[in-house]
């Protein structure tokens, strides 16, 4: 299916990634470009405030994996734990995991792992009076703060890291795009930061190209990029890439 399919991923660094695996054993022709680079935001007093005051909270969200990698960092180096009286949520099971190796509980969406799907689960639907505190790494989560607000007492960010765009990286992703099959995007930050499609070539036909993400409000924002090929996946959990990709490329 995916034989000498050009697939462009961009986004952050890891370890392993099972999507980056996938293709590479479906002999998919990848270009992948760790294009978010990430780093503490450990020196900032919203921070030091945040972890000082973390019992003030009823329930506390981690975005992403990094965000409780970092929370974790920034707990051993002040020598910290969490309380346990804080109930812990997360927007996807790579987090919820790790979430799980210092306290027990983390409750986390079992099929879409969203914002939206979060905010789905019946925990999330009485938090009236609550305080809630949303790690994250320096933007996003508008609407999970944002609808949490419509119940909850105050809803915080903890911006515990930072992510940067590279871009020397930028520069080879924009120019690789127009010579691709498929761009696989996970981040606002990144589908933005390309920018719009005429403004990288105007006399490219952009209509070949297929943007991949997983959630609708991403495909809205390539909508506004120009973006003409569309396919929004479940979950970007491989499973739902996966899936996707066949329906790209049946």
């Known amino acids: 299916m995916l034989e000498n399919k050009k697939i462009l991923v961009l986004k952050s660094r890891r370890g392993e990634d099972d999507l980056l695996e996938y293709l590479r054993d479906s002999s998919a022709i990848l270009t992948y470009f760790p294009i978010i680079e990430t780093e503490s935001n450990f020196c900032s007093k919203a921070v030091t405030s945040a972890f000082n005051n ?7 969200i981690f975005v ?18 969490l309380p346990l009286e804080v109930s812990y949520f997360a927007v996807g099971k790579v987090s919820a995991k790790l979430l799980c190796e210092r306290v ?33 790494g320096g933007q996003g989560s508008e609407i999970l703060r944002d609808s949490l607000l419509l119940k909850a007492k105050s809803v915080d960010y903890c911006d515990i890291y930072q992510r940067k765009i590279n871009k020397s990286y930028l520069a080879q992703a924009r120019q690789k795009m127009k010579d691709v099959d498929c761009l696989v995007v996970f981040s606002a930050q990144v589908l933005s930061s390309l920018g719009n499609l005429n403004a990288i070539c105007s ?11 997983s959630s609708r409000r991403l495909a809205k924002i390539g909508e506004e990029l120009g973006y003409k090929s569309i396919k929004v996946a479940n979950t970007s959990l491989v499973e739902s890439m996966e899936l996707a990709f066949s329906e790209i490329f049946r």
């Open 54 to 60: 973390l019992d003030k909270y009823k329930l506390a």
């Open 64 to 81: 992403s994996p990094n965000a409780v990698k970092f929370t974790f960092e920034y707990l051993d180096n002040m020598k910290l734990t």
């Open 104 to 136: 027990d509980n983390v409750i986390y969406p079992q099929t879409n792992f969203s914002s939206e799907g979060l905010l789905e689960l019946p925990q999330l639907k009485k938090v009236s009076g609550d305080r809630i505190l949303i790690f994250r």
């Open 203 to 213: 006399k490219q036909d952009w209509s070949k190209l297929t943007l991949l993400v």
